[in-house]
Structures are given as C-alpha cells and as structure tokens.
C-alpha cells in the first residue's frame, strides 16, 4: 500500500493513524480512571456501611 502513495498520501496517512492511535489512549486512559472510580466508589460505600454496622451493634449493646 505504502509503495504506491505519493510523499502527500503517505503523510496524510500517517497523520490519521496517529490521530486514531491518540484518541484510543484517551479512550483507554478514560475507561481505567472510571474503573478505578468504579473500584474507589464501592470501597467507600463498604467502608460507610461497616461503619453504620458498627455503629447500629455499638448502640444496641449499650442499650442492653
């Protein structure tokens, strides 16, 4: 394919497949961050809710 493009063609080429190489990075990089959000988000909500648990079993042994 390269063989036949003119200098022009073959820039050109280059050129779109290092636009589409950057927009998947950015794709890839924004799909890991939201993963880790996603990972980060449910650790907190563990963390609230053992909190709460904990809380709830503190107040009923002291009303004992």
Request: proline content about 0%.
């Amino acid at each position: 394919m390269a063989a036949n493009m003119t200098e022009f063609e073959l820039t050109a080429h280059m050129k779109n497949m290092l636009t589409e190489r950057n927009i998947l990075q950015e794709w890839l990089s924004l799909t890991i961050e939201v993963q880790i959000g996603h990972r980060l988000a449910k650790m907190v909500i563990f963390i609230i809710q053992s909190n709460s648990r904990a809380r709830w079993t503190d107040s009923a042994r002291s009303s004992e």
